[in-house]
């Protein structure tokens, strides 16, 4: 009955639709408006040309400045600092580039809108001016390409010898972290190693990685370089911190990384915000299947004090399931063992 | 040589009349050699495209404004991709973005546009009698249908079209195990992509050979009109890129069916490793882009091109700067082709290669910077007339001015870090690229119009039309750039899962409450459209009273365009409003010798050697004549 009362309201409304477009057509021939150059029509143009430009004005000032805290996420990375300047110079630069040029674009139609009494002017070029708007965006964009340029080179450098190493992980549909432990170097892995029961593909005949330890989320010191590690193991996925303004795709078959400083602990930011259930989060910004939405992973950001306390609490792969040492060789077999009775003690 | 040419060409000419009265309906419409015809073929498909990405855009935003919506009543539609709840199926989102994407890349504003204008205004505004291969021109257009039959298979079988994102990056894209899509719907995308590269291949030799080769008497390179430079310059472009991508998509084939690992390395999958490895997912990625950013200009120089025309014609005023919108036309189609890795910032390719790409992306942004000057002081103490084509004209401008600066942040890979991949990123493609070239693509229709079937669109329409859709795309895409400086990633079928996305749904419903009446704004054109077609108001022989050659055609040209001589071209394309002429505008086929009152300086003396030209001419002609 719905569909029926409707339907019958969409055929009526589009039949009086109709019935105005054919009226205002038959008005216009006898009128014969539709043989002038510009008929009445090309005033109202003209006008909602400049409401345009007043109207969405107004929205985007008072928009951009009333959601200000709510887009304008806070920054917790040292490097984010600088590149959040950078966005805002930008932002200020093509602002004013933006506003004159839709200024101008909007009100000349208003302004020389057709009159059949003037002629426009012949002006077919200016080679003054057209230098003039070559070499001003360009020694403008130079500007930012080169404080851009210097940012970026800093960010990509190779990461300080102290850096804290995080490796992460990324599969259908979620992150896995593993430390490295002690030794603060991860051990190999092969994928073809992975197993149930060794998600990462860890190579336990490495010495290396007898203390690497996972962790369900990432655990990272304040004011210490801290290097993610990040490789992926079926198909593309990109680690994103949006807080650190970290962002790398994690590759099947080509470790990637980013290295960065983070400047406030979780505790500080949840003041900060007056929020105490705040996270820093990981997202995933590469398509990567059905799960894409959902692949989150929390960053922790501590104290270096606690940190060092978390790191020592940590067990390792092979503390967690001795089997995983069961088919070594007994050189490693021996070290794997000694981890063993350590975490006895 | 030059005699001997024009000799040959009218015995062509000759032979070409006599057929068309054989015409029956399959040659005139289906199998047609005409290009009006075939320029209107790209464009009634590419509308039709245009209806379906559009309305699979809308059952996107449904899902991300209306997140609990009930979508059960669009199950008749959908069938197993609304689940049990009653929402949108996840992996059914993913198709659906993927196919809105490779529908309007490829099939709406690449076919759309360009096969569309550059086959229906090559021949017209250069003055020739058809394409140089008519044969050729007719199969682009059949290879473009296969094309499309393919992909709109794809649409409805089990598996759902691919869904990897219009990009299909592999490993997604090559892996069945990955993403249902990856499977028979990949194939078809793949197989329905070959065809499509092969039409876009097909059109562009012609279009290239024809420009060279087939302007009348006259029409140098430094008198044709900007419509063609873009079109010329587009098919070069799609010319030296389309290739890489049918490279590229032949060894996602070869990865996906027989076994190599070209983009495939160190995967475990489905409870398993796959045998492959060496191979480079980044390989890809620079081989998709090496077509993919040339793809952008592909797109948006065909619209920058009509926009030339359809604001110098409606300003009264000669474009600005011909020559400067040239040269940065030469610009961009160089620059286009050595900035792809600047969509790869932070792929993992070497940051040493990511700071090359940004300075060289920066640059490209200058060229464009001209074009926006160039547009405002056209305008500038012009005598304007809105008419609809006018109207999308400038809110192509406007587009290509908001899209582009956001270009600058998205080029600068420090900022690009943050922004890489979010609705930022949306909102700037979609502006500049998309809503830009779809404007380009409305102004053309409703500017040539007259000339494809002889009667004239409804003016008022026409305005509501723009003005909805122009608020529209704004009220879309501007609130996209906070969501995206917010950091929403983009790709997302809900934004629940994470606490600094948990926001915004507000803003989200209004995107798609705006989407919705957008879309449905285009259906007043699409009545406009038909209806004027059989209805609509005859047109006179020039109705925008323009320079350019088309309209010295009959109102309905046949098979040949004009029925006698071609004829000769004096003038460049934009003399309008000269000071001391008569009219306010002088066609390009009014010598200077008939012009001495409004004559430039230099221009006077050109007047002595047209006069040769002339006797030169019909010498031949004479010859010609005698010879019956």
């Not at chain 1, 639709?17 to 038959?26: D, F, G, H, N």
């Not at chain 1, 200016?126 to 020694?139: D, R, Y």
Request: glycine share 8%; with cysteine; hydrophobic share 50%.
């Amino acid at each position: 009955m719905y569909g029926f009362l409707i339907g019958v309201g969409v055929l009526l409304l589009l039949s009086i639709i109709w019935m105005v477009y054919r009226i205002q057509t038959l008005v216009s021939v006898v009128k014969g408006s539709d043989k002038k150059v510009a008929s009445g029509s090309n005033k109202i143009n003209a006008i909602l040309f400049v409401l345009f430009l007043v109207g969405t004005g107004i929205l985007m000032f008072w928009y951009s400045i009333k959601e200000f805290d709510n887009y304008q996420l806070p920054v917790a990375s040292e490097h984010g600092v600088i590149t959040d300047q950078l966005f805002w110079v930008t932002m200020a630069v093509t602002g004013v580039v933006f506003l004159i040029t839709h200024i101008l674009l909007f009100v000349f139609p208003y302004k020389y809108q057709y009159k059949e009494n003037r002629k426009a002017s012949f002006y077919p070029d200016n080679n003054k001016l057209e230098v003039i708007w070559t070499a001003v965006p360009g020694v403008v964009l130079a500007g930012l390409v080169l404080t851009g340029w210097m940012a970026w080179s800093d960010i990509t450098a190779p990461a300080p010898e102290n850096a804290h190493v995080v490796e992460i992980m990324g599969y259908q549909f979620a992150w896995d972290v593993r430390y490295p432990g002690k030794d603060n170097v991860l051990g190999d892995y092969d994928y073809r190693l992975i197993t149930a029961s060794n998600s990462h593909g860890v190579d336990f005949t490495d010495k290396n990685a007898i203390d690497d330890f996972p962790s369900p989320k990432v655990v990272i010191p304040k004011g210490e370089p801290v290097l993610f590690k990040i490789r992926a193991r079926d198909v593309l996925h990109s680690v994103f911190a949006p807080h650190m303004r970290l962002k790398m795709d994690a590759v099947p078959g080509m470790p990637t990384r980013f290295w960065f400083v983070p400047t406030k602990t979780t505790e500080e930011m949840r003041a900060e915000l007056n929020n105490p259930e705040f996270e820093y989060e990981i997202a995933c910004t590469e398509i990567c299947g059905r799960g894409h939405f959902s692949m989150k992973k929390v960053i922790e950001v501590v104290e270096p004090e606690a940190y060092q306390k978390w790191l020592a609490e940590q067990k390792s792969f092979i503390q967690q399931n001795p089997s995983l040492a069961e088919n070594l060789p007994a050189e490693m077999k021996e070290l794997a063992d000694i981890q063993l009775s350590e975490s006895k003690k | 040589m030059a005699t001997a040419s024009v000799a040959n060409h009218d015995v062509h000419a000759h032979d070409h009349h006599d057929h068309e009265h054989h015409d029956n309906f399959i040659t005139k419409y289906i199998f047609t050699q005409d290009h009006k015809m075939i320029g209107k073929q790209f464009l009634v498909t590419g509308i039709f495209w245009a209806i379906i990405g559009g309305f699979l855009s809308i059952l996107f935003r449904l899902q991300l404004g209306f997140p609990e919506m009930n979508l059960e009543w669009l199950r008749p539609l959908l069938g197993g991709w609304i689940t049990e709840t009653g929402a949108l199926d996840p992996t059914f989102y993913l198709a659906l973005v993927t196919m809105h994407g490779t529908i309007m890349v490829f099939f709406v504003l690449t076919a759309g546009l360009s096969g569309t204008f550059s086959n229906f205004l090559i021949p017209l505004q250069i003055g020739a009698r058809d394409m140089a291969s008519g044969f050729m021109n007719m199969l682009s257009y059949w290879f473009f249908f296969l094309s499309s039959v393919i992909m709109f298979i794809s649409l409805f079988i089990k598996t759902g079209p691919a869904g990897g994102g219009w990009v299909v990056y592999p490993p997604l894209s090559a892996l069945e195990q990955a993403i249902p899509g990856s499977g028979l719907g990949m194939t078809l995308w793949l197989i329905a992509m070959t065809f499509f590269i092969a039409s876009s291949l097909l059109g562009g030799i012609n279009y290239i050979t024809t420009v060279i080769n087939l302007r009348t008497k006259g029409m140098s390179f430094s008198r044709l009109p900007l419509t063609i430079w873009a079109f010329f310059l587009t098919a070069v472009i799609g010319l030296l890129s389309f290739p890489v991508l049918f490279a590229a998509a032949l060894l996602l084939v070869f990865d996906r069916s027989f076994g190599t690992s070209f983009y495939l390395s160190d995967i475990y999958i489905g409870g398993e490793a796959l045998p492959n490895t060496g191979g480079s997912p980044v390989l890809y990625q620079h081989l998709f882009w090496f077509l993919g950013h040339p793809e952008v200009y592909i797109v948006l120089l065909p619209a920058l091109g009509i926009t030339s025309e359809v604001i110098a014609t409606n300003s009264r005023k000669p474009i600005f700067g011909y020559k400067a919108m040239i040269i940065s036309m030469l610009g961009i189609t160089i620059l286009s082709f050595i900035v792809w890795a600047h969509h790869m910032f932070v792929s993992g390719m070497n940051p040493f290669l990511g700071s090359i790409f940004m300075f060289l992306t920066l640059i490209i942004a200058v060229p464009s910077a001209v074009k926006v000057f160039n547009y405002l002081t056209t305008l500038w103490r012009g005598n304007l007339i809105f008419t609809p084509a006018m109207l999308f004209s400038i809110g192509l401008v406007s587009f290509f001015i908001s899209g582009g600066l956001t270009g600058i942040f998205l080029g600068n890979s420090a900022i690009d870090i943050q922004l890489h991949d979010t609705y930022f990123v949306v909102a700037h493609f979609h502006l500049v690229m998309g809503s830009a070239s779809f404007f380009g693509l409305l102004a053309g229709v409703y500017h040539w119009f007259p000339k494809m079937f002889g009667r004239m669109m409804d003016a008022r329409l026409g305005y509501v039309h723009f003005w909805l859709t122009f608020v529209g795309v704004y009220m879309v895409f501007f609130p996209m750039h906070y969501i995206g400086i917010a950091g929403f990633p983009r790709r997302y079928y809900s934004w629940t899962n994470f606490e600094f996305t948990n926001m915004y749904t507000d803003l989200n419903m209004f995107v798609s409450v705006a989407a919705i009446i957008t879309f449905a704004a285009q259906f007043i054109f699409l009545f406009n459209f038909f209806y004027s077609m059989y209805r609509g108001r005859k047109a006179t022989l020039n109705p925008w009273r323009s320079t350019t050659l088309e309209w010295t055609t009959p109102i309905n040209p046949g098979h040949g365009n004009w029925p006698g001589e071609i004829p000769t071209v004096y003038r460049w394309p934009y003399d309008y409003s000269k000071p001391g002429a008569v009219e306010d505008f002088i066609p390009q086929t009014v010598p200077y010798s008939q012009t001495p009152e409004s004559n430039l300086p230099h221009e006077q003396e050109l007047v002595k050697l047209e006069e040769e030209i002339m006797k030169e001419e019909s010498e031949v002609l004479v010859a010609n004549e005698n010879k019956h």
